[in-house]
């Protein structure tokens, strides 16, 4: 048991060694990312913005001195991808490539189980999570682009659910991360949400903290909000950290 004990003790040190050698992020220049999701993805029902999350892999110079896509993205048959996602409530995924940018976007998704119930998939876990025949996840092919000078940030509205993203199984968003802290060895990586997902958790600062700590032990964790108009993004601690900034659990 002892020996069992060692080598989690060891792997866990391993992620947060490969954590510290990663490129840190500007979060001024993170902001920008996140009002440009705002500005160019958002889908919104009655004028109130909807779930949907996105992942995005741009030169990582993107993330640490200036962020400007609309001269990648300004061809109209990307304007139109971005627009069509962004209104039309049954495109349910955004795929776009681009010259060194690739982009993919979510929203939740309904699946059929039985001839009588499904289920919907939220749309970091679509993105996260392998469930297509091939196994391989949006994020996962993002990831096999050859670039080693990369910025990679998986944005998400709502922060992930406790019960069915976070929890303890094997079929959750860790999964993907952890596959993610392997596959990208270098560069900039960083997760991103914006508002408290409420439903499925206690709400409870306390639980989030634990939660939460989990994604920011694989990859790092922010919360960007709005403050007077505003885009301002946090780092939610250090990896390993047990106390995360208190903006990102409340």
């Known amino acids: 048991m002892a020996s069992v004990d060692l080598r989690v003790f060891i792997f866990c040190l391993l992620h947060l060694c490969i954590q510290c050698d ?6 001024n220049v993170l902001a920008k990312i996140i009002q440009y999701f705002d500005d160019k993805l958002q889908p919104t029902n009655y004028d109130r913005p909807n779930q949907y ?27 139109n991808a971005f627009s069509d996602f962004k209104t039309n409530s049954k ?14 976007a979510a929203k939740p ?13 939220h749309s970091e876990y679509v993105l996260v999570y392998p469930i297509d025949a091939t196994k391989t996840s949006p994020l996962d092919k993002i990831l096999r682009m050859p670039n080693d000078d ?36 270098t560069g900039i990586k960083a ?10 958790s206690t709400g409870v ?24 108009n505003q885009m301002k993004c946090y780092k939610c601690g250090d990896a390993g950290s047990e106390m995360l900034h208190e903006n990102c659990v409340s």
């Open 22 to 27: 990663q490129i840190p992020v500007n979060t």
């Open 53 to 79: 999350s996105v992942v995005i892999r741009v030169p990582y110079q993107q993330c640490t001195e200036h962020f400007s896509l609309d001269w990648v993205f300004s061809m109209d048959e990307m304007e």
């Open 91 to 104: 495109r349910r995924f955004c795929e776009v490539i681009q010259d060194s940018v690739s982009l993919r």
């Open 109 to 121: 998704s309904w699946i059929q189980m039985t001839s009588s119930s499904g289920e919907t998939l």
């Open 150 to 185: 990369q910025c990679v940030v998986l944005y998400t509205y709502n922060s992930p659910c406790i019960e069915k993203c976070i929890n303890n199984k094997d079929d959750t968003i860790l999964y993907g991360l952890s596959n993610w802290l392997k596959t990208q060895r």
């Open 191 to 200: 997760f991103i949400f914006q508002e408290m997902w409420r439903r499925n």
């Open 205 to 228: 600062p306390e639980d989030q903290q634990q939660q939460f700590t989990k994604i920011n032990n694989l990859v790092p964790l922010y919360r960007c909000v709005k403050e007077n």
